[in-house]
Every structure is written in structure tokens, then in C-alpha cells.
Nanobody
Framework: QVHLVESGGGLVQPGGSLKLSCAASGLTPGAFAMAWFRQTPGKDREFVGGISWSGANTFFTDSVRGRFTITRDTNTAWLQMTNLSPDDTGVYYC?????????????????????WGQGTQVTVSS
């Protein structure tokens, strides 16, 4: 059984940077796509960005494109966040799935992922 554990959240000032990590355990050899979502109180969980199983492709929601990057190795994904604003505040969740076929397309819907971490809080405030 695969488990995902996020780390790296915290309090940062506007304009600052933060790097989140997502470590997968129990992962057997094979393709595993990963993504980051975030949620604020009263709102649905929203897609932030994702990376394909090979790492060859990434995709981001418009509000973070150009500020956030995702990298990975076999068992870990990192979300590098720069130029943060208060709108980036939320609980960030790591998600993963074994794609049914070896596509490099990044899924943007939460229903496309079947393994989730417990979340890590990111607060952007002065």
C-alpha cells in the first residue's frame, strides 16, 4: 500500500519562497504520476500542479504558472513555490496515481488520483 507524506509547509511572508516535499513509501516499481492540490476553508480542493510518471511533463494552474515548479525522482516530488502571495495560503496535499497507460498527460482533477497525503499548511502573511 502506497503512503504519501508531505513536509515543508509553514509561514512565509509575501514575496517569499517555500519548498514542499512529498515522499512516497510502499511504492513498487512502475509508473506513478504525482500532483499537488490545495484547499482553503469553505472551498473545494483545487489543482495546483502535477508531474507525469517519467518527470518529462509538468502542468500548472494559471494562477501559479511561472512561480511554481515541480520536480521528482522515483519516490519523491518537490513543489518549489516562489513569489508567494496571501492567495497561495492553504493546506497543500500531495496526490498520486498509477496511470492506466503510460501517458505523459498530467491529470488535473482530484478524481484522477487515488493516493493522498495528509496535507501540510502553507500560510503567506506579513
Amino acid at each position: 500500500q502506497v503512503h504519501l507524506v508531505e513536509s515543508g509547509g509553514g509561514l512565509v511572508q509575501p514575496g517569499g519562497s517555500l519548498k514542499l516535499s512529498c515522499a512516497a513509501s510502499g511504492l513498487t516499481p512502475g509508473a506513478f504520476a504525482m500532483a499537488w492540490f490545495r484547499q482553503t476553508p469553505g472551498k473545494d480542493r483545487e489543482f495546483v500542479g502535477g508531474i507525469s510518471w517519467s518527470g518529462a511533463n509538468t502542468f500548472f494552474t494559471d494562477s501559479v504558472r511561472g512561480r511554481f515548479t515541480i520536480t521528482r525522482d522515483t519516490n519523491t516530488a518537490w513543489l518549489q513555490m516562489t513569489n508567494l502571495s496571501p492567495d497561495d495560503t492553504g493546506v497543500y496535499y500531495c496526490a498520486g496515481t498509477r496511470p492506466s497507460r503510460l501517458t505523459e498527460v498530467v491529470g488535473i482533477h482530484s478524481r484522477e488520483y487515488d493516493v493522498w497525503g495528509q496535507g501540510t499548511q502553507v500560510t503567506v502573511s506579513s
